[in-house]
């Protein structure tokens, strides 16, 4: 009866360690990001996160990279979920 309790939550704790693995795993596109972006009057990385279902810190990171691009720039921020950005005209 022990070991069978003992078994049971082995495969409960298993499951748990699988279906973390599936949730971390995130895609987005590239180009629907980059057009919301462009379309949208200003961005911060929660609005970025909510919008597309990322984690914040992966928002955060494209954010990072589509400055260093020069697609868009840092209006405003204190903290780095505080940021502000807009896109840059042209």
Not at 2 to 16: D, F, H, I, N, P
Request: aromatic share 8%; charged share 35%.
């Amino acid at each position: 009866m022990v070991k069978l309790r003992k078994e049971e939550r082995k495969k409960k704790a298993s499951a748990t360690k699988v279906r973390e693995k599936v949730i971390g795993s995130l895609f987005y596109s590239k180009d629907e990001v980059l057009s919301f972006v462009k379309s949208s009057k200003y961005v911060t990385p929660y609005l970025l996160a909510s919008k597309f279902g990322l984690k914040v810190s992966v928002a955060r990171k494209i954010l990072r990279d589509l400055v260093r691009k020069g697609v868009i720039e840092e209006v405003e921020g204190t903290s780095s979920l505080t940021r502000i950005y807009r896109c840059v005209a042209g």
